[in-house]
């Protein structure tokens, strides 16, 4: 089975603070993305990276920039966290067939709840 | 970014009833996958679909990739409790589709509740 850990499933932050989103997958997938998760707005991609070092802007990066300095490990860091940072944040990895981008499946961790008071 | 339409918004049912959902787009995906979320969990994958016209199921759900590649349905058959949750369609157009970023568009989703 596929399986996606995040390095806290609860986690409150003042205003200000450096905040470090981790997560793990341990089946070699290639990809790996982090998306938050709003009432009413849904999930929205944050960040995705195909590749060891590769990183590329979702739909709402600002406020985030990430980190994948090993395949199985992207990082989400918030430099100065504030109060409309306060989400779910949800992570997901997919692996890629050669020659066929098309079925790039992809698998969620358990998300991790953060309040920025 | 893209919109997927997603509906209904919410269903009340009776178990045992068959339930069924569909998202709808006015752009065309490579990829449809439905997925099922619990409170306070993350998102688990029920059927990834990625031919247009196949039809592919997963025990008692079954899911249909349209042939126009803009839409998508998921059937729910005899509903039983655990099957309350929230259900979300997402599409994926793939990495090269040459407009930048590409991960998952999601619906928003549609609540199921299902009364004993």
């Known amino acids: 089975d596929v399986k996606v850990t995040q390095s806290s499933r609860y986690l409150v932050k003042r205003t200000g603070e450096k905040v470090f989103l981790e997560c793990v997958q341990d089946?070699?997938?290639?990809?790996m993305f982090w998306y938050r998760q709003d009432p009413g707005l849904g999930l929205r991609l944050i960040y995705f990276?195909?590749?060891?070092?590769?990183?590329e802007k979702g739909d709402i990066p600002e406020g985030y920039s990430v980190s994948r300095e090993k395949k199985e490990r992207f990082s989400l860091i918030l430099e100065s966290a504030s109060t409309n940072q306060t989400s779910m944040y949800l992570c997901?990895?997919?692996?890629?067939?050669?020659?066929?981008?098309?079925?790039?499946?992809?698998?969620f961790g358990p998300g991790t709840r953060l309040t920025v008071l | 970014g893209q919109q997927l339409n997603q509906s209904p918004q919410s269903m009340f049912i009776q178990e045992g009833e068959d339930v069924s959902m569909n998202c709808t787009s006015s752009?065309?995906?490579?990829?449809w996958l439905w997925y099922k979320q619990d409170p306070g969990e993350g998102p688990v994958l029920l059927i990834a679909?990625?031919?247009?016209?196949e039809l592919t199921s997963n025990g008692r759900l079954t899911a249909q990739f349209g042939i126009t590649r803009k839409d998508s349905f998921l059937n729910i058959s005899a509903s039983i409790p655990s099957d309350v949750g929230i259900y979300f369609c997402?599409?994926?157009?793939?990495?090269?589709?040459?407009?930048?970023?590409?991960?998952?568009?999601f619906g928003k989703g549609t609540h199921l509740i299902i009364q004993p």
């Open positions: 997402a599409g994926l157009r793939g990495f090269y589709s040459g407009g930048g970023a590409d991960g998952l568009t």
């Open positions: 089946m070699d997938h290639e990809n």
């Open positions: 997901a990895s997919s692996f890629s067939l050669a020659g066929d981008e098309n079925t790039d499946t992809q698998y």
């Open positions: 752009s065309i995906f490579n990829t």
């Open positions: 990276s195909y590749d060891v070092k590769m990183k």
């Open positions: 679909l990625y031919k247009a016209g």
